[in-house]
Nanobody
Framework: QTQLVESGGGLVQPGGSLRLSCAAS????????IHWFRQAPGKEREGVSC????????NYADSVKGRFTIARDNAKNTVYLQMNHLKPEDTAVYSC???????????????????WGKGTLVTVSS
């Protein structure tokens, strides 16, 4: 059974940091593009970042560029999202997903995902 399980969410003050993890089972993350999405209350899900199977290509939403970093550890079958300088508007449920085609990463679209995790809540508040 294929699973993507997110962890690392929580409550953090503005300006703080969190590292999210997306651990895969049943698939090898080295064969998939891994994406991070987020959905804030009352808003549509949006693409945050994504990384190619080899890790050489990444993409970021403009709203997180320079603050978030995506990385993968294929040996641990895990992809990470390091989030620094967090802002209240970063509050959302963060989910990871896997796709075969990097095109969906270049577009930061929710289309084309083969697998989804259930998400982890990030709350940025003082």
């Amino acid at each position: 059974q294929t699973q993507l399980v997110e962890s690392g969410g929580g409550l953090v003050q503005p300006g703080g940091s969190l590292r999210l993890s997306c651990a895969a089972s049943g698939i090898g993350v080295d064969s998939y593009v891994i994406h991070w999405f987020r959905q804030a209350p009352g808003k549509e899900r949006e693409g945050v970042s994504c990384i190619s199977p080899g890790g050489s290509s990444t993409n970021y939403a403009d709203s997180v560029k320079g603050r978030f970093t995506i990385a993968r550890d294929n040996a641990k079958n895990t992809v990470y999202l390091q989030m620094n300088h967090l802002k209240p508007e970063d509050t959302a449920v963060y989910s990871c997903a896997a796709s075969r085609n990097y095109y969906y990463c270049s577009q930061l679209t929710t289309n084309g995902m083969d697998y989804w995790g259930k998400g982890t809540l990030v709350t940025v508040s003082s």
